[in-house]
């Protein structure tokens, strides 16, 4: 009687086999290229940043009291009035590279008699790697954004320690001192006249954003 050969199994190990591999997979590693055809990011080669703060610093800092000391006598009589102008300003250094400084004056009367004047310069260093057309609404409004809370909090610590309740301000809107210095810019320009400042996205010997007037309220300092 003929015996029966046993059934091959090479078909059935192979298909399992390929059943336990992971998707993607082949024999000695993964394959260089996912699903959709899509190229991998190369290790090690970091993304350009848009804006990069190289420094920041004061560039000039003053404060005067001209009436000391019997100024002080006439704060508890009567509410200071303060008014704040703002400035910002950009000076091309090398490619790319830019200082933008935050002009800060503040003046504080009494009974119209002077009670303080606080004149503050915060300056940083940046480099964009942008677009020539975008370089100086990045660097006239988002530089000085970032600038403001540091130059803020110098003028709070300032007017405090010279004696008076910290002068504490409120948000500034730099897109529409942008925008409001551009809409003087083509009105120049419509009559005739001539300026120096930059066209937007031009990296000239200077750059303005205009100035910002405001009226300010020192706040009371809490505990």
Known sequence: MAKKAPPKKTADKKA??????????QDGGVDAAPAGGETPPQAGAPDEQALIVNAQYIKDLSFEVPGAPT?????????????????????????????????????????????????????????LNLPDEHIQPVLLIECARLLFPFARNILADVSRDGGFPPLMLGPIDFAAMFQNQIQEMEKTNAAGGETTRGAPGEATGGMTGGEAGSEAEPESEKS
Do not use: H, R, W
Not at 17 to 25: A, H, M, R, W, Y
Not at 77 to 106: G, H, M, R, W, Y
């Open 16 to 25: 399992e086999t390929d059943t336990d591999k992971k998707p993607g997979e």
């Open 71 to 127: 100024i002080f006598g006439l704060l508890n009589e009567e509410a200071p009035d303060i008014s704040v102008n703002v400035n910002v300003s950009a000076n091309p250094l090398q490619e790319k590279t830019f200082e933008v400084i935050l002009s800060i004056q503040a003046q504080c009367k009494i009974k119209e008699k002077v009670g303080f004047i606080l004149e503050l310069e915060y300056a940083g260093v940046f480099t």
